[in-house]
């Protein structure tokens, strides 16, 4: 059933009186028919007063033609169509579009709540200083999903309060405006995974924190993933670029030469062909070193860290504490 995916938290009156109307929610999707229409279908149901922007890169497995369905059904639903250059570039064409205040991305294989939205928007509200907010994510059986790997510490935690975290999850998060104006857009250097530890290390170099809600949504991680052996070569990747990104040189160097001793050994033991041709590419990329960081196996937009223009919203009252800024990257 679709309504049991986001009746896994309390509901009282005050929930359902509360307006969304200063929320917009990015979902980026490309080939997800799969889970498309339960998403769009939960979002009708829990949040109809969003602004909901569906960023469509090139979909050919009729998941667009479900997106224009609901264009009837959800009064401020925008379809926008556009090259497909990976997760960063749909979700910044959508936040470049997006109106409001407070701005989500969601991936299509996530079934926001009402509370959920609610409860991050108040930490948001509550503390300018906070640069963006998780909920706990679920699998679809009920379980707790380990994002960040199962030894990330709020996955060991039965997280019943707000906690303060490192790190958001960029298949659901919720980032004020005026954050995004100051740090920038993702970097659209990376095409899939990565992207928000780039922006929360950028934005945490500015002084702004994370927090994690314990309102829990349902994630089905890998249904809106193309499961294509590129998709590993892409992690690896990206990864080398993060840490040669942000990291001093020696830790560069030592994760470079780890990444290649890995290419070396996986592709004579894995014993999948695609993912022995990964390991090779992984190989090869961390050879070359840093030149190669950019080399994905897909195609990038080329438009780095893209500005957000400033929006014609009245802004908050204010307690920003800057940090001095520094290079973050060495």
Same mark, same amino acid.
């Given at each position: 059933?679709?309504?049991?995916?986001? /009746?896994?938290?309390?509901?009282?009156?005050?929930?359902?009186?509360?307006?969304?109307?200063?929320?917009?929610?990015?979902?980026?999707?490309?080939?997800?028919?799969?889970?498309?229409?339960?998403?769009?279908?939960?979002?009708?149901?829990?949040?109809?007063?969003?602004?909901?922007?569906?960023? %469509?890169?090139?979909?050919?497995?009729?998941?667009?033609?479900?997106?224009?369905?609901?264009?009837?059904?959800?009064?401020?639903?925008?379809?926008?169509?556009?090259?497909?250059?990976?997760?960063?570039?749909?979700?910044?064409?959508?936040?470049?579009?997006?109106?409001?205040?407070?701005?989500?991305?969601?991936?299509?294989?996530?079934?926001?709540?009402?509370?959920?939205?609610?409860?991050?928007?108040?930490?948001?509200?509550? %503390?300018?200083?906070?640069?963006?907010?998780?909920?706990?994510?679920?699998?679809? %059986?009920?379980?707790? /999903?380990?994002?960040?790997?199962?030894?990330?510490?709020?996955?060991?935690?039965?997280?019943?309060?707000?906690?303060?975290?490192?790190?958001?999850?960029?298949?659901?998060?919720?980032?004020?405006?005026?954050?995004?104006?100051?740090?920038?857009?993702? %970097?659209?250097?990376?095409?899939?995974?990565?992207?928000?530890?780039?922006?929360?290390?950028?934005?945490?170099?500015?002084?702004?924190?994370?927090?994690?809600?314990?309102?829990?949504?349902?994630?089905?991680?890998?249904?809106?993933?193309? /499961?294509?052996?590129?998709?590993?070569?892409?992690?690896?990747?990206?990864?080398?670029?993060?840490?040669?990104?942000?990291?001093?040189?020696?830790?560069?160097?030592?994760?470079?030469?780890?990444? /290649?001793?890995?290419?070396?050994?996986?592709?004579?033991?894995?014993?999948?062909?695609?993912?022995?041709?990964?390991?090779?590419?992984?190989?090869?990329?961390?050879?070359?070193?840093?030149?190669?960081?950019?080399?994905?196996?897909?195609?990038?937009?080329?438009?780095?860290?893209?500005?957000?223009?400033?929006?014609?919203?009245?802004?908050?009252?204010?307690?920003?504490?800057?940090?001095?800024?520094?290079?973050?990257?060495?």
């Amino acid at each position: 059933m679709i309504s049991s995916r986001t /009746q896994i938290n309390p509901v009282d009156s005050d929930v359902v009186v509360k307006s969304l109307e200063n929320i917009s929610i990015v979902i980026p999707s490309y080939n997800g028919i799969r889970v498309m229409r339960e998403c769009l279908e939960t979002l009708l149901r829990e949040a109809p007063e969003c602004e909901i922007i569906v960023a %469509d890169g090139g979909s050919t497995d009729g998941s667009r033609e479900v997106t224009t369905e609901f264009l009837g059904r959800l009064p401020r639903l925008k379809l926008l169509e556009i090259p497909n250059h990976g997760w960063a570039h749909a979700t910044n064409r959508g936040f470049e579009s997006a109106s409001s205040r407070y701005l989500v991305t969601i991936n299509s294989d996530l079934f926001i709540t009402r509370l959920a939205l609610l409860s991050m928007r108040a930490q948001l509200e509550a %503390d300018a200083n906070i640069g963006g907010v998780s909920p706990v994510l679920l699998n679809g %059986d009920g379980s707790r /999903q380990p994002f960040f790997g199962y030894m990330y510490w709020p996955n060991l935690t039965a997280m019943k309060h707000v906690a303060s975290v490192n790190l958001i999850y960029g298949c659901c998060a919720m980032i004020p405006r005026s954050a995004l104006e100051r740090v920038g857009l993702f %970097d659209e250097r990376f095409f899939f995974y990565n992207e928000e530890f780039d922006w929360c290390w950028r934005a945490a170099s500015q002084g702004y924190q994370f927090r994690l809600v314990p309102e829990r949504v349902v994630h089905l991680e890998g249904s809106s993933t193309p /499961q294509h052996s590129n998709f590993q070569l892409e992690a690896q990747r990206g990864g080398l670029y993060l840490i040669d990104k942000h990291f001093p040189r020696f830790w560069s160097e030592a994760t470079r030469r780890m990444a /290649q001793l890995l290419g070396f050994v996986g592709k004579r033991i894995d014993p999948n062909v695609e993912r022995r041709s990964a390991w090779q590419g992984i190989e090869v990329i961390a050879k070359r070193g840093p030149s190669a960081y950019l080399d994905s196996p897909f195609p990038l937009s080329g438009r780095l860290e893209p500005a957000l223009p400033p929006s014609t919203l009245a802004p908050m009252r204010s307690s920003f504490r800057s940090q001095p800024e520094g290079d973050s990257s060495r």
